[in-house]
């Protein structure tokens, strides 16, 4: 593996230079304790008048001043002429102003320093030698102590360093920060097929074509069509835009590169472009293959905005615009990039010929999402009594991924209630828990908050019921759910929508605040309740006036426009401060005519709304069927108790 086996630590201990300098220190420390040695012997302390006696008595040979003592050396016989050879060649080699011969170690004593300014011209009188101690540092250890140690701290700190930079960098040590990390898949090996995708059928089929081209370009060629450089998958998150890239490689038999967007990136100015470069190369030494760059948006940002540049990941993005010009695409290389942010993209980066497609991953239709039930059913243990339409019916605006995780969540149900198979029942729980959560089964209403938050939902339901251009009631429950609801009421359409009319807006905003109305006509008070549904509410009416041009005053004038589309669908405005101000007057009046016309139909229909409440509070939860029932015989009593009424 390119002669990587020295990153590992046992082999970094065994380089001869990081032994050189372990075995540098040693003898350093060796040394300088060989040195104290020979220099320090067991000190006799004695008074300043001893010491006079004794320079008297001719005992002292040398003297010798450190700091705030005096050392001295008793007088020792004479040596001979070849053994004062050797003690000046010691003097040379420990720098001490005089040497001592080890054989015969004469007495050394102390005294402590006096200011005593008689001292020197009596150490002359006698002929005693005298000097200052050398508080200089022996030269080889000052030299190792000075440059090797530093050295060789330096040494183990960058080699720690660079090995901690090359595990974060993927293993591929300091030198190769501008490789490209990219995950090659060969052949099919990513597990993933185009069977195994489902509810994306136009993408496929553009996907395929590309994949074709792979495996037969002479078909192709010999009309003269031009293979593809690129195509850009663009949707919702969790629509299917990775698994359908690795549907890619599961199908093309060749080899395809996946990388993200963020992975270009390091802290590094030019390492982005540098894994560009190297990524490219790789593609063109194995072509043909598959480029796949997930999330590009995180390097291929509109360069248009000046505030706030990045120029390490503009040189990234520069970098990827003149690869993608530069190859050619005759030799099979095809770039494959998934978004959820288009509109943020740079316009060099959406050109054709660079990335010439874009393979739109919408939210699934109402078929895509039976489609995608069987395709995550397939390896799960299922009831025959299941019907997946119904599910798709009931999961309107579902993506790929709430619709794996709600077949995940049945199933995991199946096995908490002790089944070893999954039921219809399952499959309803598991659409309430992804829209709405898990019951929430320790918080427990008060009776008083119970009634009106039965009131509130009955209330929605009502309205649903009593108009022509809504969805069916499914569902009523007042059992409170961990995602916040107190309560809810569930619709499920009779066939999909793709289009709204003015008149099932204005319908639906009477849904949405027909709650808070029956608050209102019953317990004469508002509650926090109608937050979720106010803020739906006004987020319709808005929309409806500013973008679908449903308004008498405005017409079909376009206020604001969507920002993210697929992300969070914010709202941008194009006009001044003045039509603003007109527009939040149009929504409040749209809002309060919508609440004024709910308030009517719960007042025509208040003995419905106490009896449907009444069961409500009693069982909980109950089906569209209970309560179409109730109603049903509210508005239509049999003749005999028509008779005995009157």
């Not at 590169?257 to 194995?286: H, P, T, W």
């Not at 009831?383 to 605006?397: K, P, R, V, W, Y």
């Amino acid at each position: 593996m390119n002669g990587n086996d020295n990153k590992k630590p046992g082999n970094f201990l065994k380089s001869p230079l990081v032994i050189f300098l372990i075995l540098s220190i040693i003898s350093t420390i060796v040394l300088n304790s060989f040195l104290s040695m020979m220099t320090t012997r067991q000190r006799e302390e004695v008074s300043y008048s001893e010491f006079l006696s004794l320079i008297k008595e001719g005992k002292v040979e040398k003297v010798l001043f450190t700091g705030n003592y005096i050392e001295i050396y008793e007088k020792v016989p004479e040596a001979e002429e070849s053994e004062k050879n050797d003690d000046k060649l010691l003097e040379q080699f420990t720098g001490l102003p005089f040497t001592i011969k080890i054989g015969e170690m004469p007495k050394l004593y102390y005294t402590g320093y006096l200011n005593d300014e008689e001292l020197l011209p009596y150490l002359n009188e006698h002929g005693i030698e005298y000097a200052r101690k050398n508080e200089q540092t022996n030269p080889i250890v000052e030299f190792l102590l000075t440059w090797i140690l530093p050295f060789a701290i330096m040494y183990l700190f960058l080699g720690i360093l660079m090995r901690t930079l090359s595990k974060k960098m993927g293993g591929g040590g300091f030198m190769s920060v501008g490789q490209s990390n990219a995950k090659v898949y060969m052949e099919n090996k990513t597990g993933v097929t185009f069977k195994d995708v489902a509810g994306q059928e136009e993408a496929k089929e553009s996907l395929d074509e590309i994949v074709d081209f792979l495996h037969n370009p002479a078909k192709y060629t010999a009309i003269g069509a031009k293979q593809p450089k690129g195509a850009l998958l663009v949707g919702p998150p969790g629509t299917g835009k990775t698994l359908l890239a690795k549907a890619v490689a599961g199908e093309a038999s060749v080899p395809f590169f996946s990388i993200s967007g963020s992975d270009f990136v390091e802290m590094f100015v030019g390492v982005g472009a540098s894994r560009v470069r190297d990524l490219f190369k790789q593609a063109a030494a194995k072509a043909p293959c598959i480029i796949f760059i997930d999330e590009i948006d995180a390097i291929g940002k509109s360069r248009d905005n000046q505030i706030g540049g990045n120029d390490e990941r503009e040189q990234t993005l520069n970098q990827l615009l003149s690869e993608m010009d530069g190859f050619d695409s005759s030799k099979g290389v095809v770039i494959l990039a998934a978004t959820n942010r288009p509109e943020i993209l740079d316009k060099a980066l959406l050109r054709p010929g660079r990335f010439d497609r874009r393979i739109i991953v919408e939210r699934p239709d109402l078929k895509g999402r039976e489609d995608i039930l069987k395709v995550h059913s397939k390896n799960v243990k299922m009831s025959n009594e299941i019907d997946l339409h119904e599910i798709a019916l009931a999961t309107s605006g579902a993506v790929g991924a709430d619709l794996a995780n709600m077949i995940n969540e049945a199933a995991l149900r199946a096995v908490r209630l002790g089944r070893g198979e999954v039921l219809q029942e399952d499959l309803m729980e598991a659409v309430e828990v992804v829209i709405a959560g898990k019951e929430k089964k320790d918080r427990i209403l008060s009776e008083k908050e119970k009634k009106i938050v039965a009131y509130h939902e009955v209330g929605h339901a009502l309205a649903a019921a009593l108009q022509k251009n809504t969805d069916p009631v499914q569902k009523i429950t007042i059992v409170p759910r961990t995602m916040g609801a107190l309560g809810y009421t569930m619709q499920k359409p009779e066939e999909e929508h793709y289009l709204m009319s003015r008149d099932e807006i204005l319908e639906e905003l009477v849904v949405l605040l027909a709650g808070r109305c029956a608050e209102e006509i019953v317990f004469n008070t508002k509650t926090t309740g109608a937050a979720n549904d106010i803020e739906r509410a006004t987020a319709l009416a808005r929309s409806m006036i500013s973008q679908y041009g449903m308004s008498d005053r405005f017409g079909m004038t376009a206020l604001e426009s969507t920002e993210n589309k697929y992300l969070d669908g914010r709202s941008v405005a194009n006009c001044s401060n003045e039509t603003l101000t007109e527009l939040d007057n149009e929504i409040i009046a749209t809002i309060k005519n919508a609440h004024d016309t709910a308030s009517s139909l719960l007042k025509d229909n208040l003995d419905a709304l106490n009896k449907i409440a009444d069961f409500l509070i009693e069982k909980e939860t109950i089906t569209g069927t209970e309560f179409m029932k109730i109603l049903h015989d509210v508005n239509n009593p049999s003749p005999i108790e028509t008779e005995e009424d009157v």
